[in-house]
């Protein structure tokens, strides 16, 4: 984020000419760094966007290994958790 602010800053610049050609403003910065810089934002908005369903399905096949074994254990709860532990009687079915 903070590469992708430092290009912002000089594009919002009211010093900066509108006539300043792109080339020049890129100078300045390194394109590599940029292009990871917007990859990691890009990742991050999606997962914003779309919640934690795209990181829960990269992570499916070790969730599917070990969920069962998870699910077996002897859960028990205070009083007030009953909604809960009813909830996992219907995940283990």
Do not use: K
């Not at 009953?82 to 909830?87: F, N, P, V």
Request: aromatic share 6%; hydrophobic share 45%; with cysteine.
């Amino acid at each position: 984020m903070a590469t992708l602010i430092a290009t912002g800053n000089p594009l919002r610049d009211p010093e900066r000419s509108p006539d300043t050609p792109l080339a020049t403003l890129l100078e300045a910065l390194d394109a590599s760094i940029l292009r990871e810089a917007v990859a990691i934002c890009t990742a991050r908005h999606r997962v914003e966007e779309r919640g934690e369903i795209d990181a829960l399905r990269a992570r499916s096949p070790g969730l599917r290994r070990y969920l069962p074994a998870f699910y077996a254990w002897p859960f028990q709860g205070a009083p007030g958790s009953e909604a809960l532990l009813a909830g996992l009687d219907v995940v283990r079915q």
